[in-house]
């Protein structure tokens, strides 16, 4: 509750960042560096990438704003103080981006359940959240998992390991890619 109070404070504020950070752009830039090592032969690869340009149109036309985003929110980056004050750290993602962005990396970054992702979604809110927020942004949780996807295997192709995570940032995109394309198009 105290983190997504923190970051909806953040989202409120008036500060301005001249860099700007979109899930999809990342994903299509670590795309280019994965192609680099040669095909991208991953079973389902295109399959999920196909899913997730459609996403990305439906969320984009939802009409959200941008706003300042850490990008990397998520309790890794929380520093608790004795007397319980947090502060937010490791900037380095940070910039004007789709209001939902946050909440993506929070859900997949902690391994949420879907019930602790929309609990959180609420406290965001401070109410329940309306099924257009929800919709928008768990689409944000897997644009989120897609793009560090994306990252993981450029990672792995140039000979880093990043384990258990790469299949994590998959799992959030495959697994709510039809869920959350489904609450778009049949509604």
């Known amino acids: ?32 560096l994965l192609l680099e090592h040669g095909p991208i032969q991953v079973p389902g690869y ?6 997730i340009v459609r996403l990305k149109e439906y969320a984009s036309a939802d009409g959200y704003p941008d706003c300042v985003s850490h990008n990397d929110f998520f309790p890794l ?17 940070a910039g004007m981006s789709d209001v939902a962005n946050d909440f993506g990396t929070f859900t997949v970054c902690s391994e949420l359940t879907e019930e602790r992702a929309n609990q959180a979604l ?23 998992g897609w793009c560090w996807y994306i990252w993981s295997l450029a990672k792995e192709a140039e000979g880093d390991n990043v384990g258990e995570w790469l299949f994590i940032y998959y799992r959030y995109a495959i697994d709510y890619i039809d869920k959350v394309l489904g609450w778009y198009e049949n509604n």
Do not use: P
């Open 1 to 32: 509750k105290r983190a997504m109070e923190m970051c909806r404070q953040l989202h409120e504020s008036t500060a301005t960042l001249k860099r700007h950070f979109d899930f999809f752009e990342e994903g299509l830039s670590y795309e280019q």
């Open 46 to 51: 295109y399959e999920l990438r196909n899913k």
């Open 77 to 93: 980056n929380f520093l608790v103080e004795e007397d319980g004050q947090m502060s937010l750290i490791d900037w380095e993602y």
């Open 122 to 144: 609420d406290y965001y809110f401070g109410r329940s959240a309306t099924f257009e927020e929800r919709r928008h942004f768990w689409s944000y949780v897997v644009l989120a």
